[in-house]
């Protein structure tokens, strides 16, 4: 168990509709990562934070996503007006100060009908 | 050219084999090098890390790097039915703070 839970594990929506997805890292892990991973594929980095700073947003990162890390523990990451093509497993990762090592969440898997 | 590639698989060995997966990378300057499994359906887990050229063991499994090679391996000794998963090699370029870069992963099958 890596601490590091996500919410909803499931999420099946319809085209058009807002997403909100939740991860919560310990609280040793000031670091916190989204990665989005599509069948047969490796996960593809989105953004990460530096407690609550976002340092680096990923191309993949359109307009329609955002991400927050308000205090600086948990994170939300909205899509909004889903397409089809963001149907994917949306992983999140901690990491501990002075450390390099991610360790995943349950990730949660979004299904765009 | 993919910033981290690896071996095409479907790999398939026998229980008790030693199974070999590979793993290049293309940005000479990468400093941090990772293997994560992935059952079906899961999340990665962390298997091993390495940063150093040269190997590394861990109980059945050993990380191989050679930077100049621009080349990482992970052996798993004594495969396990267990075993079974997708292994994922993922590299950190100069910044340690940083993402991963990963590759698309190689399946694994051991059979009994």
């Known amino acids: 168990d890596t601490g590091v839970s996500q919410d909803p594990r499931h999420k099946i929506t319809k085209r058009g509709q807002n997403v909100t997805f939740r991860c919560d890292p310990i609280?040793?892990?000031?670091?916190l990562y989204w990665y989005r991973q599509t069948l047969g594929q490796g996960p593809e980095f989105l953004t990460y934070?530096?407690?609550?700073?976002?340092?680096?947003k990923s191309r993949l990162l359109s307009d329609r996503f955002s991400a927050e890390r308000p205090k600086g523990s948990f994170s939300t990451l909205e899509i909004q007006r889903t397409e089809q093509g963001d149907s994917a497993m949306y992983l999140c990762?901690?990491?501990?100060?002075?450390?390099?090592?991610?360790?995943f969440g349950p990730g949660t898997r979004l299904l765009v009908l | 050219q993919k910033e981290v590639e690896q071996n095409s698989g479907p790999l398939s060995v026998p229980e008790g084999a030693i199974a070999s997966l590979n793993c290049t990378y293309s940005?000479?300057?990468?400093?941090?090098f990772f293997w994560y499994r992935q059952y079906s359906g899961k999340s990665p887990e962390l298997i091993m890390f390495?940063?150093?050229?040269g190997d590394k063991e861990d109980g059945r499994f050993t990380a191989q790097l050679n930077k100049a090679s621009q080349y990482v391996s992970l052996l798993i000794r004594d495969s396990q039915p267990s075993d079974s998963a997708t292994y994922l090699c993922?590299?950190?370029?100069?910044?340690?703070?940083?993402?991963?870069?990963f590759g698309r992963g190689t399946q694994l099958t051991v059979w009994p």
């Open positions: 990762a901690g990491v501990k100060t002075a450390q390099e090592t991610q360790y």
């Open positions: 390495i940063y150093s050229n």
């Open positions: 993922a590299v950190h370029r100069g910044s340690t703070l940083g993402r991963l870069y």
């Open positions: 609280s040793e892990h000031n670091r």
């Open positions: 940005d000479r300057g990468s400093q941090s």
């Open positions: 934070f530096q407690n609550e700073a976002q340092l680096e």
